[in-house]
């Protein structure tokens, strides 16, 4: 995986799962003849996406889940980011949000405590011994913001909506904010690679839908350009050389924006939200693209499936490109064509078992 992102020789493509079943079609493949609950991974062999470090880069220490309310259907929780959710208990659906911890700068002072990079709960207890793991290990050692990045922080604080008319109506209040997240997570990857080492970075930001990206190029310049370039730009002296974002929806316009910023990789790629991955490694020799596997295509019939795989060996004669999933497979993918899918996948890569 380093050696892909590198531009060194590679013998073939890595084979990863980065998504798996949701909660229901887990369920619906167990009856339909899966025999074990992890065999949707393990009987493939897919290669390793590395090993974390440990430490937490987010919120600290976390909100004690709550459940407010409940009934046969729903729960309404606080969860460990502090948001109040209503969630449905077949899993079924994503939550409805319906309260954020940040409102406005006082409640964000309040919050704000809780990313101190010196909170000592941030490091397992066993560091020590983990961190001389991890400096011997023969795996990708990476660290990650989920659920934040420099637009999904005040996302998971504040709500979408809240976030970005703060970006217009208090724009101190995000860079506050930013400039909070940016300090800490430049701190921890300093004492992780001074004492470890760090392979991986990972971001989250799910900033597009459909037709494109949530805000604008100004927007993003302001807000997440100064701090992704310091923080990425300190990730690579420090041995880094795999920078990811994931981000849904439309990503044409986004893609240069991230590069920009000192990311070298961008995840998932739907398919179903028109990305045009061949045009985007074309325009962009330093873009490493990830995912872009229409899941739609198990829905349907082996023919389906086979027309997937051909639209995908052009893109990797391209090069830079990493196929996996597009995203959580849905309910309406029958076990058998998910494993028939994986194996044809798994033979594009040139894995050999």
Same mark, same amino acid.
């Given at each position: 995986m380093i050696a892909f992102f590198t531009g060194e020789p590679v013998d073939r493509i890595p084979f990863l799962m980065q998504w798996g079943p949701w909660d229901e079609t887990h369920?619906?493949?167990?009856?339909?003849?899966?025999?074990?609950?992890?065999?949707?991974?393990?009987?493939?062999?897919?290669?390793?996406?590395?090993?974390?470090?440990?430490?937490?880069?987010?919120?600290?220490?976390?909100?004690?889940?709550?459940? &407010?309310?409940? !009934?046969? $259907?729903? %729960? &309404?929780?606080? !969860?460990? $980011?502090? %948001?109040?959710?209503?969630?449905r208990r077949d899993g079924t659906s994503m939550s409805e949000w319906l309260d954020y911890p940040v409102k406005d700068r006082r409640t964000w002072e309040e919050h704000k405590s809780r990313f101190d990079p010196d909170s000592p709960e941030r490091f397992p207890a066993d560091w020590d011994a983990r961190a001389a793991q991890l400096r011997e290990s023969d795996e990708m050692v990476g660290v990650g913001f989920y659920p934040y990045g420099f637009f999904g922080g005040a996302r998971t604080m504040m709500g979408a909506e809240a976030s970005m008319v703060a970006m217009a109506e208090d724009p101190e209040l995000i860079e506050d904010i930013n400039t909070t997240l940016c300090n800490l997570w430049c701190a921890l990857i300093e004492r992780v690679a001074d004492e470890a080492r760090v392979d991986v970075v990972h971001a989250w930001e799910d900033m597009a839908f459909k037709s494109g990206s949530l805000i604008s190029p100004g927007m993003f310049r302001r807000y997440l350009t100064p701090y992704y370039r310091k923080v990425m730009g300190l990730a690579e002296q420090r041995g880094?050389?795999?920078?990811?974002?994931?981000?849904?929806?439309?990503?044409?316009?986004?893609?240069?924006?991230?590069?920009?910023?000192?990311?070298?990789?961008?995840?998932?790629?739907?398919?179903?939200?028109?990305?045009?991955?061949?045009?985007?490694?074309?325009?962009?020799p330093d873009l490493h693209a990830l995912g872009h596997i229409d899941k739609r295509a198990m829905t349907k019939d082996k023919a389906a499936m086979e027309a997937e795989i051909e639209r995908l060996k052009p893109i990797l004669d391209i090069g830079r490109f990493i196929p996996h999933m597009d995203h959580g497979i849905p309910p309406d993918v029958p076990w058998d064509n998910f494993q028939y899918m994986v194996w044809r996948w798994k033979e594009l890569t040139g894995k050999q078992d």
């Open positions: 369920r619906l493949w167990k009856r339909q003849g899966m025999q074990n609950d992890g065999d949707w991974y393990a009987m493939f062999n897919f290669d390793s996406n590395g090993v974390g470090a440990g430490v937490n880069f987010c919120l600290c220490p976390p909100f004690e889940r709550e459940t &407010i309310d409940e !009934d046969d $259907e729903h %729960v &309404i929780f606080r !969860d460990e $980011e502090g %948001v109040l959710q209503r969630a880094a050389n795999i920078r990811l974002v994931d981000s849904d929806g439309h990503m044409h316009g986004l893609t240069p924006l991230f590069l920009e910023a000192g990311l070298n990789g961008i995840f998932p790629y739907e398919v179903q939200a028109g990305n045009d991955v061949p045009y985007l490694l074309e325009q962009h």
